[in-house]
């Protein structure tokens, strides 16, 4: 079943909104939304290519799909294609998503902590 962004009278929010999750869902594309939300500013696929170190068909097929769900917005000038993100909110989204993970992170660190202090188990000989 294809992914579908736009909306239709009878799809479900929650079917929209994991439509766009899985937009989101490659390394690859994260790492496109935070070098274009680093940035701040239109940036040319040469400077995404170059952070990246995509091949250039690979970043295209990204790009695509992250335009296609209207994460991304890309504009032509002269020879060179420029990309930003459509909506300012989705630099907020990728700073809530990297502060989860570093909360749960620091508590599956804490919880290895505690597990390696405990004192061994098992048979002795």
Known sequence: MPHRFTASPEQ????????????????????VLEILSASGQPTPVSDIL?????????????????KRHHVVSGQRVGNAVFY?????KISELLVIAR???ADT?????????????????????
């Open 84 to 88: 930003e993100l459509a909506h300012p």
């Open 105 to 125: 992170l620091g508590v599956q660190r804490d919880q290895l902590a505690t597990l390696r202090s405990l004192p061994p188990i098992g048979h002795r000989p």
């Open 50 to 66: 170059a952070e990246t170190e995509l091949e250039p068909t690979l970043l295209s097929q990204h790009l695509a799909v992250l």
């Open 99 to 101: 502060t989860f993970l």
């Open 12 to 31: 479900p929010l929650y079917e929209i909104k994991a439509n766009l999750f899985k937009a989101l869902a490659h390394p690859a594309r994260i790492r």
